[in-house]
Each structure stands twice: as structure tokens, then as C-alpha cells.
């Protein structure tokens, strides 16, 4: 599944949509359903949330090969900005002290295998990379 | 179609929300305005029926812990119940546990309100 969504909040309902799509085909299971979904939305609104700049469009390229789900975004014109050096919230702190904020790079973190950022000539990348078989997706 | 609808139940002095659907950054606007909505109307007992929600994303967490801080300090309480096993994993990822007591069902999480109204009379 390759294709390009809008670069705001409202896409999400499209990207899930078709996320169903490409799990029916692969004959993927609700569980995997489950955390890709909870994977491709927290990297998309960190995503639009972050990056400076940018088209209006970005790509979403989902491919399964090898028992390996690899997620990749791309932005483009964008200033760089690594997604992967945010600081992992504290979710051991009282409710005094909670950050809404950063509990979505934590859910990710915690999901994936493989958490890569690229940045050429102002496309901004982001890869994560779930091993079914290894872990079936539970850590 | 919705992708997230909002039941309400009024159960004397307690908001029942039954929910269904899916919390994400695209419906979580909505969850907090209903919230909003209840705490300006004073109603800060709250019981939120997760059965059928079959996803949250942060963007949703986030709006329970965001509405929590308040609503406590006005000795109110928002009670999850019937968490399904993928929702409550996330749940448990973030250690929310140690924020909001997760009750097995909406008639818990009531009889727990119950519960604490009548501590808080016979003190």
C-alpha cells in the first residue's frame, strides 16, 4: 500500500480506511490491526504536529515481506526534525505531573522493532519496522 | 458513519457514557467537549463504559488525563469500565493504571461511587 494523504488530522479517517484494505489482503488478524493503526496515527500526528514547513501531501508506504511489517512516512520540504529524539515521557509520574504529550512516541517505541529517521534534501523519513514472527507484536 | 458515538444515562448523580467506536486524534475533540459539556453542568461523577470502543490512541488517553486533574479537584471522579484486552494493554503501557482504577464493568464502577458516598457520609 503506497499512497499519499493530506497533511492534517481529518486524513486519519482515509488512512484507516485503507489500512483495512491492506490488512484484508494480507489476511492480517485483528491484533495487528490493532497496534499498526496505533502505530501509523502516532507517527502521522507527531508527524504534522512537528515538522516545519511541508507540501501538503504526505506518503504512506505500507509493505509486508519476509514476516516484517515496515511502515514508512514521508515528508517533504520540510526542515529536519528527528521524531526518534524525543524524550520518553515519564509514565511513572503523579497525575500532578502528567504530560499529555509524548505518550504517543512512547506507544511506538514500545510496539516496534525498528525506529529509523532519514533526512536528504528535505524529505524527512520515517521507518518502523514490526516483526510478526518474532514477537507477534507483543513486547 | 460515526466513528464515535456518545450514550448518555443519567444514574441519580452520575454521568453513564457509554461509548462506541474508536478514540483517535480525529474523535478525541469530541470526548473532550462531551466532558467539558458535563463539568460546566457541574456533573463531575463520571463513569465511561469502554465495551465497545475498540481503539485508543494517546490522542484519547490524553483527554481522560487531561479532564481527570479537575474533575478530582472538584471531588469528582471519571471511572473507565469494560476496558477490551488490546485497549487495557495500552492502558497498562502507560501506567494509567496508577491514575484511574479500572472497574470490569459499568455496574462496578457505579457501585464503587456508591461505595465512596457512603464513606464520605458516615464519616
Redesign the interface.
Known sequence: MKKEFSRH??A??EI?TDLDGFLSQEKLDD?IT?VL??VV??LF?NLIRHNVGGRDQVMLDISLESGKLKVVLEDFEVEPFDIASIQPVD??S???A?K??G??I??VR?YVDDLVYEYLDGTLRITAVMDLEEHDVRH | MD?LIIEEEQIEDIMLLKLHGLI???TAQFLEEKFNELTNGDSVRIVVDLQNV??I???G??IF??E??GI?QREGDIKLASMRS?VRE?FD???FN??LTPYASSDEALAAFESEQNTKTTR
Do not use: C, Q
Open positions: 488530522i481529518s486519519l479517517e484507516f491484533r490493532f493503526k496505533l496515527e502516532e500526528t509514565i511513572s503523579p497525575l500532578e502528567r499529555v504529550g505518550l504517543g512512547h506507544i514500545n | 466513528r483517535d486524534s480525529g475498540d481503539y490512541s494517546s490522542a488517553w490524553g488525563v487531561g481527570i486533574k478530582r488490546d495500552v503501557l502507560l501506567e496508577t491514575l
